[in-house]
């Protein structure tokens, strides 16, 4: 029924019907009217036919109708991703989002205006959401506030527009008071212009008791705290260790020199390395993976959860495994002086970094020594000891070749220090250190990104069906704003569409006190990472096949993709796209998991300091600048916020738009884009998840930049 209904809605001269028509026109009898209504409500709901007045059923294209999934900012603007790749992404402005929340799947009108003689103009793509097809979630945590007449909710994520109003909560194990954290269950939401109704299920308890803060991460981002018993049961059946049958059909490395590079808390070790100089002139590299994919087959309990989790989720004060501990830190972890079963790639590499010849097979190893990045820089810096430092610094030597062919063929230099809050025992930030992506985590990164492309490029001679790892190139509207912004600033800037033109102008930024500010700039310019079916390239990295191949105790692509490429498992190509988008979607569910947790600990240091009333200053950047006040990045706390021109009492200050600066009329201060100044916390919003700064210094002093030829 499904396929002749979809032939139905294809041909040229069919005109939308309602269920009665369809019934007559696919010459169904009246009691398969019932079935029929089942399979368009299950091809609406994933937007591969829409609904349109009179209850009538059409394809969406056909009425400019677009199916997607919907991003909202803290602005309230939407973009929609459409579930076409093909297309591009939609534009929806604030009072264009009915009552679609972040993340939900939509379906979009496209707004399509008259052109007339100017056919070839760029093309406003925005739209407007008509109908939500399916909830990305529909328990919301938020504070539980009471008027003079009702009890309500203020969602914590500052992306719900309105409050929740609830009655009062019953059978929840525990009393609501007022200010306390609460989940609420949302009702059906009609219209934007009313605020939805919902249902308290749960108590969480008051936002400042131990616990309270991370748990409403946790319920949030619906992340679960244990695993179902029959993956337990499964994980633990397979033993703690390595069985002698197992290494049959395996190569044998456990006598080389394998090693394994992490972080110093890490403990699920996905990756390790052995390199060997073969001649003169060339050496074999062996990236060896851990198999997963040996332990959880498709479709069993384990598999069926990892799928759901997609990935593991990092959280500030744990980690939420995709695996249960007994494979992610035990088992399939490649902890040294033990027997470890892996997925290999054995490369043979020129001196100069170039591959020469690839292998892929399964392996076993016996690691012989685990390194933490902190320790690899130490040996790096000093001369080595023993052969397994001597390996470390020649394959650092090597790394670095191939670094430097990578950005000779286009790969773009986007590394930002990472900032990483180290918590003391009672769950407060203790202090926040920067991770440099130093030439320790260089080493690793280069044969890791080296493995993930000789995979695909090996899946796609196969010609297997597989899930790539893909980063389209930006929209040229948001490239050419860009542009337009960096030669406001005087600063020479080519044909952005052009990749050397892109290389050229990071390398600028690089040398320039502004430069961080724009580079930040660029990076929102960018599509977003993703999973897809089709082999779509990589910009950033500049490769035309690339996927995710190097850590599957964490990533459940990884995963499908050992079992696609040794051949255990047939997937078929709807199935992987169904897995592809659903492990986007959890991607970056956890990613936004991720930053809240860092949030919730961040504000509630920031709030003790305002507290204690001796407020640090830290080193921040000026990263937009706008009439009513200017935004700074503040690296010390790996964090954003607005410095507002009220709080600036000193003087009054004027934003010159042309000139994209501001300027006290006393003192004929600027300030602008690029500007590094000292500022201290003023005001923390929990509820806007917004911290405001004042100034503690004024900004540094910016010499006057001549007008070159690239202005505009």
Wanted: hydrophobic share 40%.
């Amino acid at each position: 029924m499904r396929d002749n209904l979809l032939k139905l809605l294809g041909r040229s001269d069919y005109v939308p019907a309602n269920v009665p028509q369809l019934l007559r026109l696919l010459r169904l009898r009246p009691n398969q009217q019932q079935e029929l209504q089942h399979v368009l409500r299950e091809l609406e709901h994933g937007g591969t036919i829409a609904r349109i007045k009179g209850n009538r059923y059409i394809r969406p294209r056909e009425a400019d109708l677009i199916p997607g999934r919907i991003r909202i900012n803290r602005q309230g603007k939407g973009i929609l991703l459409p579930d076409d790749a093909d297309l591009k992404e939609i534009t929806i402005p604030e009072s264009a989002t009915s009552t679609a929340l972040h993340e939900d799947h939509v379906l979009v009108r496209r707004d399509v205006r008259p052109r007339g003689a100017r056919a070839h103009a760029p093309e406003d793509n925005t739209g407007k959401v008509i109908r939500v097809l399916a909830r990305r979630r529909t328990q919301i945590v938020g504070t539980l506030q009471r008027s003079r007449q009702f009890l309500y909710v203020i969602p914590d994520d500052p992306r719900v527009p309105h409050d929740i109003y609830v009655p009062e909560p019953r059978d929840v194990g525990r009393p609501a008071h007022v200010g306390d954290k609460v989940v609420v269950e949302l009702r059906d939401w009609q219209s934007r212009h009313t605020s939805p109704e919902g249902e308290i299920i749960e108590v969480l308890g008051a936002p400042d008791a131990e616990g309270v803060d991370m748990l409403s991460v946790l319920r949030q981002y619906d992340l679960p705290l244990h695993f179902p018993k029959p993956a337990l049961h499964e994980a633990r059946s397979f033993g703690a260790a390595v069985r002698p049958h197992e290494l049959a059909g395996r190569e044998d490395c456990r006598a080389h020199r394998v090693i394994t590079i992490d972080p110093d808390d890490a403990k699920d070790f996905d990756d390790a390395i052995c390199l060997q100089r073969v001649s003169r002139d060339q050496w074999k590299l062996w990236v060896h993976i851990a198999d997963v994919s040996h332990y959880v087959k498709p479709g069993r309990p384990l598999d069926l959860e990892a799928r759901k989790r997609g990935n593991s989720t990092y959280l500030v004060d744990r980690v939420i495994p995709m695996l249960p501990e007994a494979l992610s830190n035990e088992l399939c972890s490649l902890k040294p002086d033990t027997n470890r079963l892996t997925k290999c790639v054995e490369f043979l590499l020129s001196n100069d970094g170039r591959v020469l010849a690839r292998r892929f097979y399964s392996a076993v190893i016996h690691s012989q020594r685990r390194f933490a990045y902190p320790e690899v820089l130490a040996i790096l810096q000093r001369k080595p000891s023993g052969p397994i430092e001597q390996m470390i610094h020649h394959a650092n030597d090597l790394a670095q070749r191939i670094r430097r062919l990578r950005f000779k063929a286009g790969s773009l230099d986007l590394d930002f220090p990472e900032m990483k809050i180290r918590l003391d025992e009672r769950g407060r930030v203790a202090r926040i250190e920067k991770v440099e992506n130093d030439i320790s985590h260089q080493l690793i990164e280069e044969y890791m990104l080296l493995a993930n492309e000789a995979v695909a490029t090996r899946l796609l001679a196969l010609n297997r069906s597989a899930i790539f790892r893909v980063h389209e190139p930006p929209d040229e509207r948001r490239l050419q704003e860009f542009r337009e912004d960096v030669l406001s600033h005087n600063i020479p800037c080519g044909n952005l569409s052009r990749r050397s033109e892109v290389q050229k102008l990071l390398e600028k930024l690089g040398t320039l006190p502004i430069g961080p500010a724009l580079k930040i700039g660029f990076l929102k310019s960018l599509m977003r990472a993703r999973y897809a079916v089709e082999p779509l390239g990589h910009y950033g990295l500049a490769k035309g096949k690339y996927t995710h191949f190097t850590s599957p105790i964490r990533r459940y692509a990884d995963l499908v993709v050992h079992r696609v490429l040794f051949g255990q498992d047939k997937a078929f190509g709807q199935q992987l796209r169904e897995t592809a988008d659903h492990i986007s979607d959890t991607e970056r569910n956890s990613a936004d998991a991720e930053r809240d947790s860092k949030d919730v600990k961040l504000f509630a240091f920031l709030n003790a300091q305002l507290a204690s009333g001796r407020p640090q200053s830290y080193p921040a950047l000026v990263i937009d600048v706008r009439n009513f006040g200017f935004f700074v990045d503040v690296p010390g706390l790996a964090m954003s916020g607005l410095v507002p021109l009220s709080s600036l009492v000193d003087d009054f200050f004027v934003f010159e738009p042309a000139r994209n600066h501001l300027v006290g009329r006393r003192t004929r201060r600027i300030i602008r884009l690029g500007d590094r100044v000292e500022v201290q916390v003023a005001k923390v919003d929990t509820f806007k998840k917004q911290v405001e700064f004042r100034l503690t210094t004024a900004p540094a002093a910016t010499p006057k930049r001549r007008k070159g030829p690239f202005s505009r």
